[in-house]
């Protein structure tokens, strides 16, 4: 629960203006530095800005589905929307942060203290 509120509270760090948590929802196609091209399928954004979904890597054909908590036991993501932010804890370990702009979801990733790169998607 404590990791909850981290990544609610590290969303709501953003000031831009409030979207719509449908916003989110569809397909999105990128790529993140230093992992290579990624997918990212939102098929709902819960009333509590819970994301429902998966993310697809071409590296190793990598999928990991977004559920209740981070897991990597169980291949789970956590995502929580929150006004134009989203924000990821990925099941193989780091943060994503990615602001909605129109049809880009763009932000970094990070890994612990020694990755920090660039995370871009677009809207298929």
Same mark, same amino acid.
């Given at each position: 629960?404590?990791?909850?509120?981290?990544?609610?509270?590290?969303?709501?760090?953003?000031?831009?203006a409030?979207?719509a948590?449908?916003?989110?929802?569809?397909?999105?196609? @990128?790529?993140?530095e230093?992992i290579?091209?990624?997918?990212? *399928?939102?098929?709902?954004?819960? #009333? +509590?800005?819970?994301v /429902?979904?998966?993310m697809?890597?071409?590296?190793?054909s990598?999928?990991?589905?977004? @559920?209740?908590?981070?897991?990597?036991?169980?291949?789970?993501? *956590?995502?929580?929307v929150?006004g #134009? +932010?989203?924000?990821? /804890?990925?099941a193989?370990?780091?943060?994503?942060?990615l602001?909605?702009?129109?049809?880009?979801?763009?932000?970094?990733?990070?890994r612990?203290?020694?990755?920090?790169?660039v995370?871009?998607?677009?809207?298929?």
């Amino acid at each position: 629960m404590h990791r909850r509120r981290l990544i609610l509270a590290m969303a709501c760090l953003v000031p831009c203006a409030v979207h719509a948590q449908s916003g989110f929802v569809g397909q999105w196609q @990128g790529e993140v530095e230093g992992i290579g091209k990624a997918r990212l *399928y939102i098929t709902a954004v819960k #009333p +509590s800005g819970q994301v /429902e979904g998966r993310m697809e890597f071409e590296l190793k054909s990598y999928v990991s589905s977004f @559920g209740d908590d981070f897991d990597a036991a169980r291949n789970t993501n *956590y995502g929580m929307v929150a006004g #134009p +932010s989203l924000v990821i /804890e990925s099941a193989l370990g780091g943060w994503y942060h990615l602001v909605l702009n129109d049809n880009q979801l763009s932000g970094v990733y990070w890994r612990g203290t020694t990755f920090r790169g660039v995370a871009s998607f677009t809207r298929v």
